[in-house]
């Protein structure tokens, strides 16, 4: 297990020059800062370390480019972030892409989602919800077990995180998300 010191929050000042470009814009309004370097200072350790991984999971699939402002992220009770789509809408996208699917992605509160495929853990699992008035809200969280990745970790999804409820945190994801 790491130490506590591993586990202390970062500033702005200690990302490297890449990692502030990757959220440059995107921080900004984030629980009401103005501003990525204030936004990101405010965030406790885990938001910050659920930040690195949902957005490392993102490039890697080359899909950060469709995340818009950030409205909110966590690492404790599960991994993930809302956020407000950039220049386009991610859905044309992912639609297009043959390792995500809309198959059993939504969710009964949301309008509909997609699930990454090929991944046994820390798999993508995007939902939208289109609002009366308004623009769409994205939701992107990674699921420790995913529900495309092999037969086993369909039915470990189903069990853990569907009926049980189990929501890992940053740590439990950390080593899977960074393969």
Request: hydrophobic content about 35%.
């Amino acid at each position: 297990m790491e130490n506590a010191a591993a586990e202390r929050a970062t500033t702005w000042a200690e990302l490297s020059e890449l990692e502030r470009l990757r959220y440059q814009g995107k921080l900004s309004g984030l629980y009401g800062h103005e501003g990525d370097e204030a936004a990101y200072n405010s965030l406790p350790v885990d938001k910050q370390e659920a930040l690195k991984l949902i957005s490392g999971r993102l490039v890697q699939q080359d899909l950060w480019r469709y995340v818009g402002p950030i409205v909110n992220v966590y690492g404790v009770g599960g991994v993930g972030m809302y956020f407000s789509a950039a220049v386009s809408d991610p859905e044309v996208v992912l639609d297009q892409r043959r390792n995500f699917t809309r198959k059993f992605a939504r969710h009964r509160d949301n309008t509909g989602g997609f699930l990454e495929k090929g991944r046994k853990h820390a798999s993508l699992h995007f939902l939208y919800i289109d609002p009366e008035q308004g623009e769409r809200q994205w939701h992107v969280h990674l699921d420790y077990y995913g529900g495309w990745g092999s037969i086993l970790t369909a039915a470990q999804h189903l069990f853990y995180e569907r009926w049980r409820e189990f929501r890992p945190d940053w740590r439990m994801m950390k080593p899977w998300a960074q393969q």
